[in-house]
């Protein structure tokens, strides 16, 4: 039976902090399930790329990866609730055969409510340990890559990209 990997990111654009977990789960022997956040969302500052776009830079460095999209949602529990419906449903397994890979930021840390209960200065992370998921988390690294920058200054932050994406990106452009 093959084990997944879920690897949820916006992706804008897709980097190599993206690429370093999907080869620890590639390395641990589980297949990478990428799930793009915000896919309801593009064409802003915070998310100027569609869906298929982000897929695509994806599929430029994984040709045969497993790709899904997620909507955003107005709550933690009900976005929690969808990406294990499209996790069920693209793996056809129960969620227990995937562990969540994570790289939590200090800057991913504020305030939220998840099934009722008050979290304070907790990664939207932790309803993964509430719920009981398998999770993988890598820990922080000295390389502070922030899409924001590499979408603010593409060229001086290329060395942050695959240089298919650079290429992909510089043609959207």
Avoid at 40 to 57: C, D, F, I, L, W
Wanted: proline share 3%; charged share 25%; with cysteine.
């Amino acid at each position: 039976m093959i084990k997944y990997a879920a690897i949820v990111l916006r992706g804008q654009p897709f980097h190599i902090g993206h690429q370093h977990i999907a080869d620890k789960a590639i390395k641990d022997g589980l297949q990478p399930l990428f799930m793009l956040g915000s896919a309801n969302e593009s064409g802003t500052e915070k998310n100027p790329y569609t869906v298929h776009q982000r897929a695509a830079m994806i599929r430029l460095v994984y040709p045969d990866a497993l790709i899904g999209a997620i909507n955003d949602y107005d709550s933690y529990g009900d976005w929690l609730d969808a990406l294990v419906m499209y996790i069920k449903h693209l793996t056809n397994t129960h969620v227990k055969s995937t562990t969540i890979y994570l790289h939590e930021k200090l800057e991913d840390l504020h305030d939220f409510t998840f099934r009722g209960v008050d979290y304070m200065n907790e990664s939207y992370c932790k309803m993964y340990e509430v719920t009981g998921m398998h999770t993988t988390s890598l820990p922080i690294s000295d390389i502070q890559i922030r899409a924001k920058a590499i979408r603010e200054d593409l060229e001086g932050n290329k060395q942050y990209l695959h240089p298919e994406v650079y290429k992909y990106i510089k043609g959207l452009q």
